[in-house]
């Protein structure tokens, strides 16, 4: 059985629990968020179920009512850092073939076209093809990689996510994200994976893909639990789209390292060469890629749509509704400091 947390918070106060089906079991308060107790296991220099069993109480809750809204606690995204701006969200795509066909798709022509003038973002998941699983010991190619933003547009289980005035559209991307944090040594370490909704504007990308940084730039949702010693081989999941109670998408998708033309070391070797990305108590949030998207089948999601996703092995599905902010939009201006 996978080890599997939850943040949760009741007016002021925080804990962690341990998912423990139908009830979650509190952990002390001397760990009350996984971004503590991470730094609790580091400082005693114990692995983190470890420091779980260290800090287990028989404090206990039943999930059911938490997880659907109806309790006074409340569930928090799967991590944060109580200084938002130390949490970086970022990403890897074109990791599996659905998205890069997906991608393929939506920056070139006609099916003619396509096989015979392959777009960047085909090139790039062949790149990977060849180059994404080195041997051990060695460094393979880069994947793609974007910025989202940090720990302040990360939305938990049951939260809304924005469609702004400013965004053409808002689509679901289906994904599992590594979650890290840095010691005082600044080297990384891998906390857990937790299911994730890496929600994106494609209408804009597809104007043109040099349009891909800047339609990453929004609200994105994961948990509602983070495994702590999940396996990542090959993971398959499920994606349900909901409009006024009736399903009008539904999908079966997979992730993992069979799934994909880049290993799991590759892509983290890639994220944290940078000395940027290891500064001592940082942590990061990243996604490894999604299989498919509704978008590519001609769904828009609306107001009110509501998005499940769930991976076999990282608990409870993670449910969004959207809620779509369009007003007029007025100019921003920078003001001169004379």
Same mark, same amino acid.
Request: glycine share 8%; net charge negative; with cysteine.
């Given at each position: 059985?996978?080890? #599997?947390?939850?943040?949760? @918070? #009741?007016?002021?106060?925080?804990?962690?629990?341990?998912?423990?089906?139908?009830?979650?079991?509190?952990?002390?308060?001397?760990?009350?968020?996984?971004?503590?107790?991470? $730094?609790?296991?580091?400082?005693?220099?114990?692995?983190?179920?470890?420091?779980?069993?260290?800090?287990?109480? *028989?404090?206990?809750?039943?999930?059911?009512?938490?997880?659907?809204?109806?309790?006074?606690? #409340?569930?928090?995204?799967?991590?944060?850092?109580?200084?938002?701006?130390?949490?970086?969200?970022?990403?890897?795509?074109?990791?599996?073939?659905?998205?890069? #066909?997906?991608?393929?798709?939506?920056?070139?022509?006609?099916?003619?076209?396509?096989?015979?003038?392959?777009?960047?973002?085909?090139?790039?998941? =062949?790149?990977?093809?060849?180059?994404?699983?080195?041997?051990?010991?060695?460094? +393979?190619?880069?994947?793609?990689?974007?910025?989202?933003?940090?720990?302040?547009?990360?939305?938990?289980?049951?939260?809304?996510? *924005?469609?702004?005035?400013?965004?053409?559209?808002?689509?679901?991307?289906?994904?599992?994200?590594?979650?890290?944090?840095?010691? @005082?040594?600044?080297?990384?370490?891998?906390?857990?994976?937790?299911?994730?909704?890496?929600?994106?504007?494609?209408?804009?990308?597809?104007?043109?893909?040099?349009?891909?940084?800047?339609?990453?730039?929004?609200?994105?949702?994961?948990?509602?639990?983070?495994?702590?010693?999940?396996?990542?081989?090959?993971?398959? +999941?499920?994606?349900?789209?909901?409009?006024?109670? $009736?399903?009008?998408?539904?999908?079966?998708?997979?992730?993992?390292?069979?799934?994909?033309?880049?290993?799991? @070391?590759?892509?983290?070797?890639?994220? !944290?060469? !940078?000395?940027?990305?290891?500064?001592?108590?940082?942590?990061?949030?990243?996604?490894?890629?999604?299989?498919?998207?509704?978008?590519?089948?001609?769904? =828009?999601?609306?107001?009110?749509?509501?998005?499940?996703?769930?991976?076999?092995?990282?608990?409870?599905?993670?449910?969004?509704?959207?809620?779509?902010?369009?007003?007029?939009?007025?100019?921003?201006?920078?003001?001169?400091?004379?």
């Amino acid at each position: 059985m996978s080890t #599997r947390l939850i943040q949760l @918070q #009741r007016n002021e106060t925080r804990r962690v629990a341990l998912v423990d089906e139908p009830q979650l079991r509190l952990l002390s308060d001397r760990a009350p968020s996984i971004y503590a107790l991470a $730094n609790f296991a580091l400082a005693n220099e114990v692995t983190l179920s470890e420091a779980i069993e260290r800090l287990s109480t *028989d404090d206990a809750l039943n999930y059911e009512p938490v997880y659907a809204g109806e309790s006074d606690w #409340r569930i928090l995204p799967g991590i944060d850092h109580p200084e938002p701006t130390r949490c970086l969200v970022s990403g890897t795509g074109l990791t599996h073939l659905g998205s890069a #066909r997906d991608r393929q798709a939506m920056h070139a022509g006609a099916p003619a076209e396509q096989e015979n003038n392959l777009t960047d973002s085909m090139k790039m998941f =062949r790149a990977g093809l060849e180059g994404g699983r080195p041997e051990p010991g060695r460094i +393979g190619i880069s994947p793609e990689w974007f910025y989202k933003g940090t720990g302040s547009i990360l939305r938990a289980h049951n939260q809304p996510l *924005d469609v702004p005035p400013y965004a053409e559209d808002g689509g679901e991307e289906a994904e599992i994200a590594g979650i890290y944090i840095n010691d @005082q040594q600044g080297h990384p370490w891998r906390i857990g994976m937790a299911a994730g909704n890496e929600f994106s504007d494609h209408c804009f990308e597809k104007q043109n893909y040099l349009y891909l940084a800047s339609s990453k730039l929004r609200a994105c949702s994961i948990g509602p639990e983070l495994v702590v010693d999940s396996s990542f081989d090959s993971v398959t +999941g499920d994606v349900e789209i909901t409009r006024a109670n $009736n399903v009008i998408w539904k999908k079966s998708v997979r992730s993992g390292e069979v799934e994909m033309c880049h290993s799991l @070391q590759n892509i983290e070797h890639h994220h !944290f060469k !940078f000395e940027e990305h290891r500064r001592p108590g940082d942590l990061h949030v990243h996604f490894f890629g999604a299989y498919c998207l509704s978008f590519a089948e001609g769904v =828009r999601l609306m107001d009110g749509d509501v998005i499940a996703i769930a991976f076999k092995g990282f608990g409870r599905p993670l449910r969004n509704p959207v809620k779509d902010n369009h007003a007029d939009l007025k100019p921003v201006s920078a003001l001169p400091m004379r």
